[in-house]
């Protein structure tokens, strides 16, 4: 008789990690503390410590070596060093005037020129996407030239309504119901040129929130897999004020407007907390003056006239209320993190040294939370100290959501076919985005054969017409059981439900073909055993026209949990590669996912 599969009990225990860095009177670091000197409270409720650590610049941060794989074989394992602090410096061209962004690339150089001995770095730029720089490394000469070269010079925003100087005062004022017109009648009474200045500026502002809370959520999956606390330097012109929604007492976005944000602003707070990523944001445009009536504003008189003390006070009121709301959002942000926001300030670098200090002196403690309903509640944290004159930075609390939801983030997204909405996989896929490392992953890629010819590879697709001669490739990926989620089955195997893709873009980051192949399957025990022993492979083709240059970017994704990996490569890093051998590249396991 067919034994019965054994009654398998799973139980799972969130743990909440909160970074906290303690000063004193003279925002000094304070070290040497113990676990009896913090109190940890969760919506007002005492909560036992079951993690602490102690961190301190003087930890030091050694070059990690590079995994020594062979010829053709990828990875997307960022390998960095986990002892010392890592440091994000974030370039944000979107939301920052062509005008203020020398004085930044200046004050960065400065920052570079002193020994910054036991800190690693990466640079990132932001503009409708994130693009990596330069990956971590303790080399200032390296980071130097990128801050200096051209790829992160001056660069205007195309989403700015004047990308040289900035959004004029009142341009957040669109927003607003009333001046968009949502009551009967406003149309008209709006209508002109004021109305559509006011449509296209919201619409602008729309679209730069989106892009901003698109490349933090995909800078929080690109840090995921590295330990320990992160400090996001996010220097910005202007801080979109409605990033963080304004909710009133009863947890309601008060403009209706952005409440298309609330699902992905709460997936990148998340991911930021469980990357241990504390955002510190620096403005820009450093000690900001008021331009209205500015003395160099020939206009300034013809627009406010004799009689136009009026006009000038709104203007400078609404000037105000501008920099207030912007302000207020590098706050929450911080805030939310454990950060902490500077500006009116022309020392940027100062403003670096006091972040990468406050984050590489800072404490590390953990605990389960005695509520135990995961409602996607907001809990608010709170952490006393016992000491005199103490004060605490860390984030302010947390999304009680379901890290694991039934069908995942990305396949709710696919499912309702909505194509605004954040996809993970889409942005991991970006050509010249960081790798995402959610789904640690191994690729090989090499030559199919040392023939050309005249058409893609079966199953290959292109969104335009490539002309030939093509030659052909092959993608091996490999990733194991332990870095995706295989659902149990009542019959005793698993579910998997995985995404393969591969890219190839041109010089341009235009995408010219791709390939895609699909597990999604319930496995019986004694397969799902040998995958968990070798790992999931899969195998594609893939062709490539021979002129021109050419990247690679492949991909996977876990729909049960959302999750994804990917990782970039040129095309000529593997072209000269011997070729598989025409067994190696007919054969197909049929283990292999179709």
Not at 182 to 205: D, I, S
Not at 238 to 267: C, G, H, M, W
Request: charge should be negative; aromatic fraction near 6%; charged fraction near 20%.
């Amino acid at each position: 008789a067919q034994e019965q599969p054994a009654a398998t009990l799973r139980t799972q225990a969130n743990l909440v990690v909160v970074d906290v860095v303690v000063t004193d009177g003279h925002q000094n670091p304070v070290h040497h503390l113990t676990t009896n000197d913090f109190t940890v409270l969760e919506d007002g409720q005492a909560q036992g410590i079951k993690v602490f650590e102690e961190h301190s610049a003087g930890e030091s941060a050694k070059e990690p070596s590079a995994p020594k794989l062979a010829p053709g074989v990828f990875a997307n394992d960022l390998s960095a060093s986990s002892a010392g602090p890592l440091n994000i410096l974030l370039l944000d061209k979107l939301n920052t005037p062509v005008i203020n962004q020398p004085f930044v690339m200046d004050q960065l150089l400065e920052y570079l020129k002193k020994p910054h001995s036991g800190t690693r770095t990466a640079i990132f730029g932001l503009t409708t996407q994130l693009i990596l720089l330069q990956s971590f490394t303790a080399d200032p000469e390296v980071l130097r030239a990128v801050v200096s070269g051209k790829k992160a010079g001056p660069k205007g925003s195309a989403l700015m309504s004047d990308p040289m100087n900035g959004d004029a005062p009142g341009a957040y004022d669109s927003l607003s119901d009333s001046k968009l017109g949502n009551t009967p009648g406003a149309a008209t009474a709006k209508a002109g040129f004021e109305h559509v200045r006011a449509l296209t500026e919201f619409l602008q502002l729309q679209m730069r929130i989106r892009y901003t809370l698109d490349g933090l959520n995909q800078l929080g999956r690109y840090l995921s897999q590295l330990p320990g606390r992160k400090n996001l330097i996010w220097f910005s012109g202007s801080f979109p004020v409605s990033i963080l929604p304004d909710v009133d007492a009863k947890n309601k976005p008060r403009f209706p407007a952005t409440a298309d944000f609330q699902r992905e602003y709460r997936e990148t707070v998340d991911l930021l907390a469980r990357s241990q990523v504390a955002v510190y944001p620096v403005d820009a445009r450093g000690v900001i003056s008021s331009p209205v009536a500015d003395a160099s504003d020939s206009a300034a008189g013809a627009r406010y006239g004799v009689d136009g003390a009026s006009m000038l006070g709104n203007d400078q009121l609404t000037f105000n209320q501008q920099i207030g709301d912007e302000h207020g959002t590098a706050i929450r942000m911080a805030e939310a993190t454990g950060g902490k926001a500077f500006f009116n300030t022309n020392n940027l670098t100062e403003a670096v040294d006091k972040a990468i200090d406050a984050g590489s002196n800072y404490y590390t403690l953990a605990y389960s939370p005695s509520n135990r309903d995961w409602k996607g509640e907001f809990r608010k944290i709170q952490i006393k100290l016992a000491g005199d004159g103490l004060k605490a930075a860390y984030r302010r609390g947390y999304f009680a959501d379901n890290l694991q939801p039934a069908g995942g983030h990305g396949s709710s997204n696919s499912s309702t076919g909505d194509q605004t909405a954040y996809n993970p996989m889409r942005a991991a896929m970006m050509p010249g985005a960081p790798g995402a490392t959610e789904i640690l992953f191994e690729a090989s890629v090499r030559p199919t054969s040392a023939e050309t010819e005249d058409t893609l590879a079966e199953g290959e697709e292109s969104p335009r017409k490539v002309k030939g001669p093509y030659r052909r490739y092959t993608v091996e990926q490999l990733v194991h059981t332990k870095d995706v989620q295989c659902d149990p089955t009542p019959a005793g195997g698993h579910h998997c439900s995985l995404g393969f893709i591969a890219y190839v873009n041109d010089g341009d980051g235009n995408l010219v073909t791709s390939h895609g192949r699909s597990l999604n399957a319930d496995m019986p025990a004694d397969l799902y055993a040998a995958i968990e022993r070798d790992g999931i492979p899969c195998r594609q083709e893939i062709s490539v026209p021979l002129k021109g240059e050419y990247t690679f970017r492949v991909g996977i994704h876990d729909l049960n949990s959302g999750h994804v990996g990917a990782l970039e490569l040129p095309v000529s890093a593997v072209s000269k590669l011997p070729p598989l051998s025409a067994g190696d590249a007919d054969s197909d396991s049929e283990d292999t996912p179709k």
